[in-house]
């Protein structure tokens, strides 16, 4: 599956799945590797999208079966809401990890509606993820800016310096995007890496020029968009690269960030 002039892998560092196909857009683990099958993905990062009740639960419970199942395709990340409390999100984040051994967590302020930074709700829920040391994950868009702007991940990110954090989306998800912003925010923070999903082709040609293409990880956020078509709209963007920053965008940051790669 890996494309001829790379010995990588070809990783999507955003993909949703579900525990069943509860709406129009839900995907189960079947759907996705049957999706990866034909973009020509080998591995993809999967975190949880919300239902609708928000009870997120036995979708976090979905990842780590998805995991289990398929070892060689996924990457497992858990999904903690500080708007449900802040203890039940520390508890969730225990059992991602102690339970289910994922890889990392992921705090989504836009989907759940809270301010990432915010010192009462959200930090303590960061500060306890932070003592597991695996990297974490944040929603940084346009669409709900106030709660998730990226220097806001410039905060956490200057609080916790061992902790590797992926910025996703580079503040697009919405227009106008905020990549001016999350870009600038991301070259004052090395332990911040970025995935460019749901955001325009010349945020992504700037995050490589300016952060270099060691923290810029290619990115599909499947099933919002199509895998096949963002992974064409990336290969077509670094067609002009080096083989080294094809390699690195499209798989190689991301395992590394995750641990996936040892390197
Ligand atoms: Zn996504």
Redesign the pocket.
């Known amino acids: 599956m890996t494309s001829p002039d790379t010995a990588s892998l070809i990783v999507d560092a955003?993909?949703?799945i579900s525990s069943s196909r509860f709406d129009s857009l839900a995907m189960v683990a079947e759907d996705l590797i049957e999706k990866m099958d034909r973009a020509g993905v080998d591995k993809s990062l999967i975190?949880l999208?919300p239902p609708y009740t928000k009870d997120i639960a036995p979708e976090n419970k979905a990842i780590h079966d998805a995991v289990k199942r398929f070892p060689d395709r996924f990457l497992g990340f858990g999904w903690t809401n500080p708007h449900l409390g802040v203890q039940h999100a520390k508890d969730t984040v225990t059992r991602c990890y102690e339970e289910y051994g994922l890889l990392g967590i992921k705090f989504n302020g836009a989907q759940d509606d809270y301010v990432i930074d915010d010192a009462e709700l959200s930090m303590p829920v960061i500060e306890h993820a932070a003592r597991y040391g695996k990297p974490i994950a944040f929603?940084i868009g346009a669409d709900f800016f106030e709660q998730t702007h990226p220097f806001r991940l410039g905060n956490i990110a200057a609080r916790f310096p061992e902790i590797k954090f992926l910025m996703?989306?580079i503040g697009g998800a919405a227009f106008p995007a905020l990549d001016r912003s999350a870009i600038e925010i991301a070259s004052q923070h090395d332990n911040i890496s970025v995935?460019g999903?749901?955001i325009h082709e010349r945020a992504i040609l700037k995050a490589i020029e300016v952060l270099g293409h060691d923290r810029v990880c290619f990115?599909s956020?499947?099933p919002?968009f199509l895998m096949h078509a963002r992974l064409a709209m990336y290969e077509a963007l670094l067609r002009h690269h080096s083989g080294e920053a094809r390699r690195a965008v499209l798989g190689d940051n991301i395992r590394r960030v995750v641990g996936d790669l040892v390197a």
């Open positions: 955003d993909c949703h975190w999208k929603h996703i989306h995935i999903s749901a990115g956020d499947m919002f």
